[in-house]
């Protein structure tokens, strides 16, 4: 297989971007990783999007968006599941390149949330339709299930779920193109208004638009472009039951670790090599969990590592440097790219007050539903 | 010198608690008291309706202004609950009063702007010297659904302002409306309760236009926020109107006494219009008062005016905002409410 080269990033500020529509929020981050790059065309497309059916009632977003671009006829595919549609797109770009078919593809994520959709009611369709969702249950209850099941199993407390919330916000407060810039603390995160017994609005991540894109190509032209290069060496993904009920255990997200163990086994690295990882962290309880899965910390240790500051911006393995989902907004098609921009701007350095020092390896985890499909890529600069 | 001469209004006796409205749909009342600021809200009784509310601010404001009520030219009622869809709202108020046939009527509807339409207009024939007095209502009887966050707020109210040139009360020194197409709250012809867009109704809605509005003012007429002695913003929910005006650089205490809301709740197109009202029941000769309403779909209405030594003279002449939100209150349960409301399906 080829190599695969990241070599241009763009990204529109997330938040409730009311004046900026679908298409536009996707070319203005396309032609900023297309200007990043310095290239003048792509061979092909792939958009990440979990609905933007039900959000917006536009499908068929692969050839929109080509068009869009004035890259039409180049091949376009919209890529689909659920919150992880980024970072599927990404490892459809990636195969597109190391198969040989392709030396510069442009993938990216887009969703818009806030023009008027039921945004419960669509997020709700990455779940088990007849096992869950029909009976009622939400991603917030269905997550903070899991939360109840961490704490009774190893006794991680709301102070810690609070922590990596107040954690996030910190890292969001740096970052410009983040929703909630706002720093909290754990006071304010354990009092804010009940969401899901025990999970607060401020252990849950927004509701947002937002779009991101990235340059791919082989690294044989990649090597001739004049632009900094970030590698992607490993990528890995894997599944899980949708219905939460038909796990052995809720407290562990198998598909979050046998595609860390693909990515990692793929890119000859270990956890403790990673310098800095973005991962999805769509309810609080839900860094606890991927953290313990990915290996950073052992299982049911995630509260207690976060709470004691291992995955700050100065801590061993920062965790969401760039605020995460909690704050820096979580459109959720784009998600799992935006998380590659940051990794990006880490690996070059760029990340300015939110520069994690060393930075040479980095990791995304991209997730759908409660963790029923997960991609895992690992970056070298 | 053309403004108003006469002013007043009207707040029903009926009541229900945010906590009651929480109980029933298993909220949480602390957070709904703390998020939309609210206490309690004002509910119209059975046999009220925009009509009989602005009817009620109506005679109070003719009290106030001392004249002759077949003197006024027009009479215009805006609102979004005219108990018909079809057959104004106006000739019923303004047979009551007495001031027909010789004399224009309209309703208006703008959401939550209807009023201060009402009083832009009336204070435009005026000024335009096609009549001597004019009258422009602001009354609702606000519909909200069952369950949904409006049901807090939406309540029942109205005030009446007659413009004119002799023994003006506060004089209208400036006027500035701001207007887009913005749909972020409405209800479609048939339908019992309005829908609206969430969120979308705080920033690119309600404080665009109210900001718009009010900064042009400002800008247009010269005045700074500290020449103002008061300052009343459209009152969907308690925070709205102190977010936009500490924005635009007043202070709590410059708004508090048109800041009805947290007793009153939304009366919809009656709501800024009371909030003045209110204001004026408290205010002295040669103060400053800007008035920023705002409608859904969208716009905002802006007026500013300045308090003549007449004030004095007519304040005590008809019953006071203040008065009428804090005494002679009857409280409901939710069953009650929901009868009153109309809210309960029954076989007739």
Not at chain 1, 61 to 68: E, K, N, R, Y
Not at chain 2, 149 to 171: H, K, N, P, Q, Y
Request: proline share 4%.
């Amino acid at each position: 297989m080829r190599e695969v080269a990241v070599i241009g990033c763009g990204m529109t500020q997330f938040g409730e971007l009311w004046s900026t529509s679908l298409r536009d929020m996707f070319v203005q981050a396309a032609l900023e990783a297309i200007d990043d790059a310095k290239i003048d065309h792509i061979d092909a497309l792939y958009v990440g999007a979990m609905t933007p059916g039900l959000f917006v009632g536009q499908e068929h977003i692969g050839a929109l968006m080509a068009d869009h671009l004035g890259m039409s006829p180049v091949p376009a595919l919209r890529v689909e599941s659920a919150c992880c549609s980024g970072g599927m797109a990404l490892r459809m770009g990636c195969f597109d390149i190391a198969s040989g078919n392709s030396d510069l593809v442009l993938v990216g994520g887009v969703e818009k949330m806030t023009d008027g959709a039921d945004v419960t009611y669509a997020l709700a369709s990455a779940a088990d339709h007849d096992y869950e969702v029909y009976h009622g249950v939400t991603f917030p209850g269905l997550y903070a299930m899991i939360a109840r099941a961490h704490m009774h199993a190893y006794g991680t407390t709301r102070e810690q779920l609070a922590a990596v919330s107040v954690k996030n916000h910190h890292n969001g407060s740096l970052n410009p193109k983040a929703q909630f810039r706002s720093k909290v603390t754990i006071d304010k995160v354990i009092n804010a208004t009940m969401v899901a017994d025990p999970l607060t609005i401020l252990d849950s991540s927004p509701v947002s638009d937002g779009a991101a894109c990235a340059v791919l190509a082989s690294m044989d032209v990649a090597k001739k472009m004049n632009v900094p290069m970030v590698k992607v060496i490993g990528t890995g993904a894997a599944t899980d039951t949708l219905a939460l009920d038909k796990r052995k255990d809720i407290t562990v997200l198998n598909a979050v670790k046998q595609s860390a163990q693909a990515a990692y086994t793929m890119a000859g690295v270990k956890p403790t090599d990673i310098n800095l990882a973005e991962v999805h962290d769509c309810f609080t309880i839900a860094e606890i969990c991927i953290i313990e899965e990915l290996g950073f910390v052992e299982k049911g240790k995630g509260g207690f590592f976060t709470e004691q500051g291992h995955t700050a911006l100065e801590g061993t393995i920062p965790v969401n440097p760039s605020g995460g989902l909690k704050s820096k907004g979580h459109p959720v098609g784009a998600t799992g790219i935006a998380q590659v921009v940051e990794v990006v701007e880490q690996l070059r350095g760029n990340a300015d007050k939110r520069q994690v020092k060393n930075a040479k390896i980095g990791l995304t985890q991209n997730m759908g539903g409660s963790g029923a499909s997960s991609v895992v890529h690992i970056f070298r600069i | 010198m053309v403004g108003i001469v006469g002013y007043g209004s009207y707040v029903p006796r009926y009541r229900i608690k945010v906590e009651e409205i929480a109980h029933q749909w298993g909220r949480d009342s602390e957070t709904v008291k703390r998020g939309l600021l609210l206490q309690e809200k004002t509910v119209p009784g059975m046999d009220e309706d925009t009509i009989t509310i602005s009817y009620e601010a109506a005679r109070n404001a003719l009290k106030r202004a001392g004249i002759d009520a077949s003197e006024i030219g027009a009479l215009y009622i805006g609102s979004e609950s005219h108990p018909y869809a079809v057959k104004p709202s106006g000739t019923v108020v303004a047979e009551a009063l007495g001031i027909v046939p010789n004399v224009h009527i309209a309703d208006y509807e703008f959401a939550c702007k209807a009023g201060t339409e009402a009083m832009f207009v009336a204070y435009s024939l005026v000024k335009a010297g096609l009549m001597k007095y004019a009258m422009g209502i602001g009354a609702d009887t606000s519909q909200g659904a069952p369950g949904d966050a409006l049901e807090f707020s939406a309540s029942a109210g109205g005030s009446a302002f007659i413009m004119g040139t002799d023994g003006v009360v506060a004089e209208v020194l400036d006027t500035f409306s701001y207007t887009t197409d913005t749909p972020d709250f409405w209800r479609r012809e048939g339908a019992f309760y309005p829908l609206h867009g969430g969120r979308f109704t705080g920033q690119p809605a309600y404080f665009k236009h109210v900001l718009g509005a009010g900064t042009e003012i400002l800008d247009k007429s010269g005045y700074k926020a500290s020449d103002f002695a008061y300052a009343i913003f459209h009152m969907p929910n308690g925070k709205f109107p102190l977010t936009a005006g500490k924005k635009l650089g007043f202070t709590k205490e410059q708004m508090e006494p048109g800041w009805i809301v947290p007793l009153m709740g939304n009366t919809y197109s009656g709501s800024s219009p009371t909030g003045f009202s209110a204001t004026l029941d408290i205010a002295k000769p040669d103060d400053l008062i800007l008035l920023v309403s705002f409608g859904s779909g969208a716009g905002s209405d802006a007026f500013i005016f300045k308090v003549t030594k007449r004030i004095n003279d007519v304040r005590d002449k008809a019953d006071k905002v203040k008065d009428m939100l804090e005494n002679n209150r009857i409280y409901l349960d939710y069953g009650e409410y929901a009868k009153y409301r109309g809210k309960i399906i029954m076989n007739d």
